[in-house]
């Protein structure tokens, strides 16, 4: 069986240098994709955003996910007087069970691995679904990639899919996880090397990533046409799977 996935950072709905919030043209756009999961990082959960004219829903997921994408799953991460912010997970496959790990190393970034469970009806298949978005320094993100390996472990008899904002811009964790892990990345998998994401008006930084097990990569694009390059600062990826026998 084949299904398409994509992976955003959504910047909280505003655009590159927070000029103007766009979560509608952002839901309309990943409409557009038709892809069957969306992992989106930087997902606001709950806002004091009501100060927004002709804007009023605070939480984004589920703005989003509408009816396109009847079941969802949100990691809160950060929490703070104005409300909280986060990873998502948005299906047409039903969700049957989900948690989030906190894998926060210090405590100027609240980080967190969003773990689903989806089950296929067509095949009774389930799948392991993982989001994330890890450190700005290098010692962080080395910290949380023990942890990630530890909890991924767990689950190695299942397939699974482990996606975000993994501001790996030095490469350096990414072998690390697909040696650990017996995982592969889409992107590299097919071309040789991670995609370049960062910043979306001009990508020069391989920030986001896609890994899968037991799988097989049959299509992987950066979608980098002229109204992605406006709606955030990320570019987002987007990838065809098959599942293996």
């Not at 079941?71 to 929490?79: D, L, S, V, W």
């Not at 109204?227 to 990838?239: A, E, F, G, N, T």
Request: net charge neutral; proline share 4%; hydrophobic share 40%.
């Amino acid at each position: 069986m084949k299904f398409k996935i994509l992976s955003y950072n959504i910047h909280k709905g505003f655009s590159i240098g927070n000029r103007d919030f766009i979560l509608d043209q952002i839901k309309f756009a990943l409409r557009e994709t038709n892809a069957d999961i969306l992992f989106l990082q930087e997902v606001l959960g709950d806002h004091l955003i009501k100060k927004i004219p002709n804007w009023e829903t605070s939480i984004q997921f589920e703005y989003i996910a509408d009816s396109v994408w009847p079941h969802f799953a949100y990691g809160k991460n950060a929490i703070y007087p104005e409300g909280h912010h986060g990873n998502a997970i948005l299906s047409k496959f039903p969700i049957i069970e989900w948690q989030n790990h906190t894998i926060s190393t210090n405590r100027f970034e609240h980080r967190g691995l969003l773990q689903t469970k989806i089950i296929i009806p067509e095949s009774e298949k389930e799948i392991l679904l993982c989001n994330t978005h890890l450190d700005l320094t290098q010692g962080g993100r080395n910290i949380q990639t023990d942890m990630i390996t530890k909890i991924m472990k767990k689950e190695e008899i299942i397939p699974w899919i482990l996606v975000g904002d993994f501001n790996d811009w030095n490469k350096k964790i990414s072998t690390k996880i697909e040696k650990d892990l017996q995982a592969t990345e889409a992107f590299k998998s097919l071309f040789g090397d991670y995609p370049n994401t960062y910043p979306s008006f001009f990508p020069l930084l391989s920030l986001d990533r896609v890994f899968i097990h037991k799988m097989k990569v049959i299509h992987a694009t950066v979608l980098s046409e002229e109204k992605w390059r406006k709606l955030s600062d990320h570019l987002p990826l987007y990838i065809e799977i098959e599942i293996l026998p």
